[in-house]
């Protein structure tokens, strides 16, 4: 594990359930375009198009290092953890902004 472990992930938990209703309130409501959208100050969440991007995750971020530890719990046995140092490029924690696709579709 890079980082020596110490790692935040917002990790997304993929339930059937939550992923039809997320795309049944998308489609209940569909976006508009942008008229102030200016091609020479883009804002990357809108468009002159009618579409949107969403962010969808758990939205609180989890220490690695804990989920490995449920993982072991869970499956009775112990990871075999290989600590290197952080890999250049990478970053130690991540936290998805779900909050565009919290006001669209409620």
Not at 16 to 26: F, L, M, N, P, S
Not at 36 to 56: E, F, G, K, M
Request: some cysteine; aromatic content about 10%.
């Amino acid at each position: 594990m890079f980082n020596y472990g110490k790692y935040r992930r917002d990790f997304t938990y993929i339930d059937i359930d939550d992923i039809v209703e997320g795309i049944i309130r998308a489609l209940d409501r569909p976006v508009t375009s942008n008229p102030q959208w200016d091609c020479y100050a883009p804002h990357p969440a809108t468009s002159l198009a009618p579409w949107r991007v969403y962010n969808i995750a758990a939205h609180t971020p989890v220490e690695l290092l804990r989920y490995i530890k449920l993982l072991e719990t869970y499956l009775g046995k112990k990871a075999q953890l290989n600590l290197l140092p952080l890999q250049p490029g990478d970053v130690p924690d991540t936290h998805a902004d779900v909050l565009a696709l919290k006001q669209d579709t409620g």
